[in-house]
């Protein structure tokens, strides 16, 4: 499966942001996992965010909870990020992540858990 990110942007201090993420191949939407990373310069990726198929749950790192919400659209081959309350912290390059099957909140949070990746969107948050 190919994986198309969008959305980013330079936002100011407690903006709003929603990304996109279109996939395109692969079979079947549906029975994809999907998720979200970020990665700041010098640091390590992090897990933002996942959705599991039907039924479906989702899970978030500590980071974004309460902030960050995501979402799928199995019709429109897509799933959303919207990000809230955005602080310069949130700064980072993006990546939509799909894995097919299912997901636990354990494999969510590992980058070697997910087989597809986008190429990052940028999200710059100013102080």
């Known amino acids: 499966v190919q994986l198309q990110a969008s959305g980013g942007g330079l936002v100011q201090t407690g903006d709003s942001l929603r990304l996109s993420c279109a996939a395109s191949?692969?079979?079947?939407?549906?029975?994809?996992?999907l998720g979200w990373f970020r990665q700041a310069p010098h640091k390590e990726r992090e897990f933002v965010a996942a959705?599991?198929?039907?039924?479906?749950?989702?899970f978030y790192g500590d980071s974004v909870k309460g902030r960050f919400a995501i979402s799928r659209d199995d019709a429109m081959n897509t799933v959303n990020l919207q990000m809230n309350s955005l602080k310069p912290e949130d700064t980072a390059v993006y990546y939509c992540a799909a894995v097919f099957g299912g997901l636990t909140s354990a494999g969510a949070s590992r980058a070697d858990t997910w087989h597809y990746w986008g190429q990052g969107t940028q999200v710059t948050v100013s102080s």
């Open positions: 959705i599991t198929r039907i039924p479906i749950s989702s």
């Open positions: 191949g692969g079979g079947s939407f549906s029975y994809y996992a």
